[in-house]
């Protein structure tokens, strides 16, 4: 091999480590926000699964639904658990009425939410 192919191959080298070291870096700052964003998805799964078979839904019941749930990367070891449901449940609630998904009622008294009834579309 001639001096410059060498050169060539170590400037490559390095490009390729450069570029794995910063989507590394990249996966690294955004995985906060996939995790939550993960935890907050199985979280309005289960609460959307619960109103199939219920009319309504209160923070308590909410709660025990949401109280051992996990998310995470299957390239990470580092996992989201739901450790304040109460906490984790009034950003949930604002989160799934916020995008259409609940909306609040009142059953037996006390504040509740059920699922929107969605339209089909007509072809």
Not at 10 to 24: D, E, K, Q
Request: glycine share 6%; hydrophobic share 40%; proline share 1%.
């Amino acid at each position: 091999m001639e001096w410059w192919q060498i050169v060539l191959w170590i400037l490559i080298v390095a490009v390729i480590t450069a570029g794995l070291y910063a989507w590394g870096v990249k996966k690294s700052m955004e995985q906060q926000q996939n995790l939550l964003r993960m935890l907050y998805q199985k979280g309005s799964d289960k609460v959307l699964h619960y109103l199939k078979k219920h009319d309504t839904i209160t923070i308590k019941e909410m709660e025990e639904l949401v109280r051992d749930i996990r998310a995470g990367e299957f390239h990470s070891k580092n996992k989201a658990v739901v450790t304040k449901p109460h906490e984790f449940c009034l950003q949930l609630v604002e989160r799934m009425t916020g995008r259409g998904f609940l909306e609040e009622t009142v059953s037996d008294g006390k504040k509740a939410y059920r699922a929107v009834q969605r339209h089909k579309k007509e072809r």
